[in-house]
C-alpha cells in the first residue's frame, strides 16, 4: 500500500511564495507520473502541472511562468514551487502519483489527502 503525504500549504499574501511537497511511501513501487491538481469549491479538480520520471513536464495554462514541478526520485517526492501567487489560486491543491509494482505493469492512481492554499488580496 502507498500513501501520499502532502504539506507545505497555508495563508500567503498576493505576489508571495509557497513551496508545496508530496512525499509517496511504501516499498517497492515505481512512480511514473507525479502531478498536482486543485480544486476550487464546488468545481471539479483541475490539472497544474505533472512531471514523468524523466521529468518532462506539463503546466496548466494558469500557472506557466509562475508555478515549477519539480520532482526527488530517491526520495519518491514532489514538490510544487509556486510564486506570484494571486487570489484566483485559492483552493486545495492534491498531489497525484501514478504507481505501479514491478514486474506487474498496471499503473494504479494514488492520491494526497489535500492541502489548503489560500492568497488573500
Known amino acids: 500500500q502507498v500513501q501520499l503525504e502532502e504539506s507545505g500549504g497555508g495563508l500567503v499574501q498576493a505576489g508571495g511564495s509557497l513551496r508545496l511537497s508530496c512525499a509517496a511511501s511504501?516499498?517497492?513501487?515505481?512512480?511514473?507520473?507525479m502531478g498536482w491538481y486543485r480544486q476550487f469549491p464546488g468545481k471539479q479538480r483541475d490539472l497544474v502541472a505533472t512531471?514523468?520520471?524523466?521529468?518532462?513536464?506539463n503546466y496548466a495554462d494558469s500557472v506557466k511562468g509562475r508555478f515549477t514541478i519539480s520532482r526527488d526520485n530517491t526520495k519518491n517526492t514532489v514538490y510544487l514551487q509556486m510564486n506570484s501567487l494571486k487570489p484566483e489560486d485559492t483552493a486545495v491543491y492534491y498531489c497525484?502519483?501514478?504507481?505501479?509494482?514491478?514486474?506487474?505493469?498496471?499503473?494504479?492512481?494514488?492520491w494526497g489527502q489535500g492541502t489548503q492554499v489560500t492568497v488573500s488580496s
Open positions: 497525484s502519483a501514478h504507481i505501479r509494482w514491478p514486474p506487474q505493469p498496471n499503473e494504479y492512481l494514488y
Open positions: 511504501g516499498s517497492n513501487f515505481r512512480i511514473r507520473l
Open positions: 512531471i514523468t520520471d524523466g521529468n518532462s513536464t
